[in-house]
């Protein structure tokens, strides 16, 4: 009896030691594996800018007592102060109906001299001649619904535009125009290109 649970004694030892010699060697090797790791920093993200700005920004085309035959021609600058590429449109608002449907306003791009005496030798036509405006604003330039839309002007950023303002007074003017007065707001509204058909 005393030789079965010596040799018994003895299995269970060995088993225990067998048992302590793979734990050991495994805990070994799970010690010996080489990492190894690498940051990916600096993932800097900023937003882009949208800034219209005009020069001059109060009473581009005035006239006082205006008769009929008389004209005003003024340039005004469109400038994208902003990062990002704009489009823009122009609405015209006014603070009555009959003048600012009698008068003639006719804006446009490339112009040479903008001045009356050179207002028509040269630049294109973006606009009328038509209307001043209308009390429910009158697009004259694009429409500012968001999008691509006819007539939108496209400014890259930090880029400028010289838009040249005509109005006159037609010839044939009758005598119920007289004593009238009309103010115009020309009212610029610009969007994003990038991601905005």
């Known amino acids: 009896m005393r030789d079965l649970s010596r040799k018994h ?15 050991a060697s495994l805990g070994v090797a799970s010690n010996a594996i080489w990492t190894d790791s690498q940051n990916v920093d600096a993932n800097v993200f900023s937003t882009g800018t949208i800034d219209i700005s005009t020069n001059p920004t109060t009473a581009l085309v005035t006239f006082s007592g205006m008769a009929p035959g008389d004209q005003v021609t003024n340039p005004i600058t469109v400038t994208n102060a902003g990062s990002l590429q704009l489009r823009y449109a122009v609405t015209s608002t006014t603070t009555e109906n009959t003048l600012a449907a009698q008068l003639d306003m006719t804006i446009k791009s490339g112009v040479t001299t903008c001045t009356n005496g050179g207002f028509g030798s040269s630049g294109t036509v973006i606009y009328g001649p038509g209307d001043l405006g209308s009390t429910t604003g009158t ?25 040249c303002f005509n109005v006159q007074l037609p010839s044939s003017t009758g005598n119920s125009f007289q004593g009238l007065t009309t103010t115009a707001t020309f009212a610029f509204a610009a969007e994003q290109t990038a991601n905005n058909p």
């Open 139 to 163: 697009n004259v330039i694009g429409n500012p619904a968001q999008g691509n839309q006819a007539g939108d002007r496209t400014l890259n950023a930090s880029a400028n535009e010289v838009l």
């Open 9 to 23: 004694l003895s299995r269970i030892l060995f088993v225990l030691l067998l048992v302590g010699v793979i734990g």
